[in-house]
């Protein structure tokens, strides 16, 4: 048996659970499962769920993983776990996500329905790029960055470790040599107008993007 899991059987887990199966429907020997060390149901949308301790202990001719994780940082840390445990990851693509030229894809990526990943761009580990999210021309995302829905990177931006950018934010088009940067573990909100830098750490919100002023 070729065992696949899917770590996370949450809402995104639950989304990305079809996308492998589908992407593994021509391997007869392949048994897709969720991975989820909460308390949990047996069987999730039809599928065993287990602790990653019972998933290590599944007979398996192989084994891998997509971390289907929201969070980053928390991506990061059971990204370690596994690949101290000896488990593989697998990227998994939606089959009407879009690739074109010269693009550079890490490991453990997700791509949803309808992303697309454009010509000549650098995608770090564990990325997601969720449904109808776009990441154009000469672009540079690090690792462990999350897309929330139909989020809009135009060229010439660097997102650096762990940003999370919200759902149907905007990323103004850089220029070749002085992107538009995103700096690391920085948070863009949902619908926000980036038009500058976002410094590290900081959440930005409203168009244009300016950083949140807590109460």
Do not use: W
């Not at 969720?34 to 065993?48: I, P, Q, R, Y």
């Not at 971390?67 to 998994?92: D, H, P, Q, S, T």
């Not at 990943?117 to 969720?130: D, L, P, Q, V």
């Not at 929330?148 to 070749?176: F, K, S, W």
């Amino acid at each position: 048996m070729n065992l696949y899991g899917v770590y996370g059987a949450s809402g995104f887990g639950r989304e990305v659970m079809p996308l492998l199966q589908a992407q593994v429907a021509n391997d007869p020997e392949a048994e897709c499962v969720f991975v989820d060390d909460s308390d949990t149901e047996d069987l999730v949308n039809g599928h065993k769920c287990m602790t990653f301790e019972q998933f290590l202990k599944q007979p398996a001719k192989t084994r891998a993983v997509t971390i289907a994780i929201g969070n980053g940082r928390i991506r990061e840390v059971l990204a370690e776990k596994c690949k101290a445990a000896g488990v593989n990851f697998i990227g998994v693509l939606a089959g009407n996500c879009m690739l074109l030229h010269e693009q550079r894809i890490s490991e453990g990526v997700i791509l949803c329905g309808f992303a697309t990943i454009t010509s000549n761009t650098k995608i770090g580990r564990h990325f997601h790029g969720n449904i109808y999210s776009y990441v154009a021309h000469d672009c540079v995302i690090g690792d462990f960055v999350t897309f929330a829905p139909r989020v809009m990177c135009n060229g010439n931006v660097c997102i650096e470790d762990h940003a999370y950018i919200g759902t149907g934010a905007i990323l103004r088009q850089g220029n070749p040599g002085k992107p538009l940067t995103i700096g690391a573990g920085a948070i863009v909100g949902m619908g926000a107008v980036v038009t500058r830098d976002v410094p590290p750490g900081v959440t930005v919100v409203g168009n244009p993007a300016k950083p949140l002023i807590k109460d």
